[in-house]
């Protein structure tokens, strides 16, 4: 708990007394690309606070060009741990609720964060076209499919917007198990266990083999190479026609 709190400190300081400059740095620049390396190095550091050691595998599965990583989601710990490790700078789509808090949110929104609510059908769709704008500008984003973290640790069924974007941008999903993030920080809880987490990364899908009408074989396939690259215990549930269970 005390590292926790060290690392929530650490943060806290990051946003008020940092990020400022940053974004000034940014403004001025008209880049925001200074301002994502400096906060994913803090984040790193905030993870390496609290004991959690990350392990980087299949890196060599990220292609060159702009893409989407769709990972597993099981904890809040995850985006701290797989977003810094990501080879270049992305787009996230984030809940709407964090851009309420000052100074962060204007860092996020000149990073082309996107804000999603999740019960607004409407506004959801539009956070996709926003997202779908920028990868067509040339940033990649991480997503999580699933909509929601995991309760158990075990993969839920994939959502479609994610491969509707994939299709519509003509780029690469790179499948991401999220390995281990579970046991760390568990739904519902703030204080983070010390451990390990591993993020694999799998073999790139292009979405540009696949039509609109196929969208969900692209899903169907992401869906599989994901749930490969996670241990039993993670695995998603199957019903009897082998699609994944709620």
């Not at 606070?49 to 980087?56: K, L």
């Not at 609510?117 to 984003?141: D, I």
């Not at 690259?229 to 269970?245: F, H, S, T, Y």
């Amino acid at each position: 708990m005390i590292r926790t709190i060290l690392a929530v400190v650490y943060l806290a300081f990051g946003i008020l007394l940092v990020m400022p400059w940053l974004i000034l740095w940014s403004l001025l620049t008209g880049s925001a690309d200074f301002m994502y390396r400096a906060t994913m190095k803090v984040v790193g550091s905030a993870v390496r606070i609290v004991g959690v050691r990350v392990r980087v595998e299949g890196a060599e599965n990220i292609p060159a060009g702009v893409c989407i990583f769709a990972a597993n989601h099981v904890s809040n710990m995850d985006p701290l741990a797989f977003v810094p490790v990501i080879p270049r700078r992305v787009g996230l789509l984030v809940k709407s609720e964090l851009f309420r808090v000052p100074i962060l949110s204007k860092a996020m929104r000149m990073a082309h964060f996107v804000p999603v609510e999740r019960e607004n059908r409407e506004a959801a769709a539009a956070s996709v076209e926003t997202a779908l704008k920028y990868l067509k500008e040339g940033l990649s984003f991480a997503v999580y499919p699933e909509g929601t973290r995991s309760r158990d640790g075990r993969m839920l069924p994939f959502k479609k917007g994610t491969f509707l974007m994939a299709v519509r941008a003509k780029v690469p999903v790179v499948p991401v198990s999220i390995v281990g993030a579970q046991d760390l920080m568990r739904k519902g809880e703030w204080a983070v266990r010390p451990g390990e987490v591993i993020i694999r990364f799998g073999p790139a899908v292009d979405a540009s083999d696949y039509s609109l009408e196929q969208r969900a074989d692209l899903l169907s396939r992401v869906e599989e190479l994901v749930a490969a690259g996670l241990p039993q215990e993670q695995k998603p549930r199957r019903e009897a026609d082998g699609r994944v269970k709620d």
